[in-house]
Structure formats: structure tokens, C-alpha cells
Nanobody, 112 residues
């Protein structure tokens, strides 16, 4: 059974940082792509960052490039999203997605 569990969200001031974690069970990250999405109130869910399984190719949305970094630890089967220089427009529920499965999401709020 595939399960994705996000953690690390919270309230942060503009310019601050957070690191999100997505721990995956039932799916070896060495071989499967995993992506971070986010959904702000009243908006469509959008792709934020992704990392491919076998070839380790990484992509970012233009709105977060240079501020967010996706990485993975295959020993812990966990993917991280390091978010720096956060802006109020980064406020959203962040989800990880892999092989047709979604996590439950973690709330990120950027506000002074």
C-alpha cells in the first residue's frame, strides 16, 4: 500500500524559510518520480517542483526557481522541499504526489 505523509508546514514571516518533508511508504523513490504541488484558496493546484526517479532530473515552477530546492534521501525514502525567501503568495496547502497517490497536505502560511 502506497502512503505519502507530508510534514513541516507552519506559519512563517515573509523572507523566512521552511523545510517540508514527504515520507513515502510502499514505493521506492529510486525508481519513481515524485512531485510537490500546492493549492492556494480559490486557485488551481499547481506543480511546484519535481524530481524523477531513475535519472534524478529536477524541475521547478518559474515562480519558485532559485528559492525552493527539492531533494530526496533514498535511505529514508523521503523527499524534501527546502523553501527560502518565502513570500505571502507562497501561502498554500502543499502536497506531494507519486504514482497516482497524494499525501494529505501540509499548510504553509507566509504572513507578518
Amino acid at each position: 500500500q502506497v502512503q505519502l505523509v507530508e510534514s513541516g508546514g507552519g506559519l512563517v514571516q515573509p523572507g523566512g524559510s521552511l523545510r517540508l518533508s514527504c515520507t513515502v511508504s510502499g514505493l521506492p523513490l529510486d525508481y519513481y518520480d515524485i512531485n510537490w504541488f500546492r493549492q492556494a484558496p480559490g486557485k488551481e493546484r499547481e506543480l511546484v517542483a519535481g524530481i524523477s526517479g531513475a535519472i534524478n532530473n529536477i524541475q521547478y515552477a518559474r515562480s519558485v526557481e532559485g528559492r525552493f530546492t527539492i531533494s530526496r534521501d533514498t535511505d529514508k525514502n523521503t523527499v524534501y522541499l527546502q523553501m527560502n525567501s518565502l513570500k505571502p503568495e507562497d501561502t498554500a496547502v502543499y502536497y506531494c504526489f507519486a504514482y497516482g497517490h497524494w499525501g494529505q497536505g501540509t499548510q504553509v502560511t507566509v504572513s507578518s
